[in-house]
């Protein structure tokens, strides 16, 4: 596995999360209040900017989406916790590292169109949403993406567009995409995305059962470039991901 910026402190962060921990001092209830604005920003330096991601406009992002919008209301104190937090249907928000350093992969701009596949809370749509021009985003459980796609709206990210169904053969109407991204672990690369990344895009994909290699997939005028980052581990691909199981790529 080739090295990375990201700190070993990073890395295992990713693989073992949501640790509790006992604090001292005085109660909660003594304590003044934090806004979330103020989570936030602790967030970003605490998570991010001091574990290796150095991309401004993904640091601008993570600054200014309200994730506590993404989470339910009974864990909208941990919204901005290192670790990720169910959001129903036995899915989960990602830690926030992993979004930043997910996002800061694919390596897009303002004029760019990125498809994603797994919309989930629709959280890391919105960060892209801050980014890029356009973003198309799939979800295969209605229930989610429905959800999703009323807190975007109600955000007003008007560049956001959600469709329900299965991402495994994306959205080939408004491809080519300059970057896809992947929140939902295959046992291989679907081809169909990988169709659909413009020259010189980028897919970053968790591959694998159980932990994942979260891989970055450049496409050149001689094929499929390769680059493992780090060990993740992501809920499985659902839908004709299953049907077309190739654990061996």
Same mark, same amino acid.
């Given at each position: 596995?080739?090295?990375? &910026? !990201? ?6 962060? @990713? @693989? ?5 921990? *006992? ?9 003044? #209040?934090?806004?979330?604005? *103020? ?16 991309? *401004? ?5 993570? &600054?200014?989406?309200?994730?506590? &919008? ?9 919204? !901005?916790?290192?670790?990720?937090? #169910? ?8 830690? #926030? ?8 992969? =694919? /390596?897009?701009? #303002? ?9 989930? *809370?629709?959280? %890391?749509?919105?960060? $892209? ?6 973003? !198309?985003?799939?979800? @295969? @459980? ?7 796609? &009323?807190? $975007? ?13 299965? /991402? !495994? ?23 169909? =995305? ?17 932990? %994942? ?34 654990? /061996?790529?």
């Amino acid at each position: 596995m080739p090295e990375s &910026r !990201y700190s070993i402190l990073a890395i295992a962060t @990713i @693989i073992v999360v949501g640790l509790g921990g *006992s604090h001292c001092g005085a109660s909660d209830e003594e304590q003044p #209040p934090v806004s979330f604005e *103020s989570r936030r920003m602790e967030m970003v330096e605490n998570q991010i900017v001091r574990r290796g991601v150095q991309d *401004s406009a993904v640091i601008d992002a993570m &600054r200014t989406v309200p994730r506590h &919008r993404f989470v339910e209301d009974k864990y909208v104190k941990e919204a !901005y916790g290192d670790h990720p937090l #169910p959001i129903g249907e036995g899915q989960t928000i990602s830690q #926030p590292f992993v979004v930043a350093a997910m996002t800061e992969a =694919l /390596g897009v701009g #303002p004029k760019d169109t990125v498809l994603e596949v797994g919309t989930g *809370s629709g959280y %890391q749509a919105a960060v $892209l949403a801050e980014i890029v021009n356009q973003v !198309y985003t799939i979800e @295969i @459980i209605a229930d989610l993406g429905k959800a999703a796609e &009323r807190v $975007l709206n109600e955000l007003e990210y008007k560049n956001v567009h959600v469709k329900i169904g299965d /991402g !495994y053969q994306g959205w080939p109407e408004h491809a080519p995409f300059h970057g896809i991204i992947v929140t939902a672990a295959p046992d291989h690369v679907p081809q169909p =995305l990988t169709d659909q990344l413009a020259m010189w895009g980028r897919m970053v994909i968790p591959v694998g059962r159980d932990l %994942q290699s979260l891989l970055v997939l450049t496409k050149t005028p001689e094929g499929i470039k390769r680059e493992e980052k780090f060990g993740v581990r992501f809920v499985p691909m659902t839908g004709e991901a299953l049907q077309n199981d190739d654990s /061996g790529q």
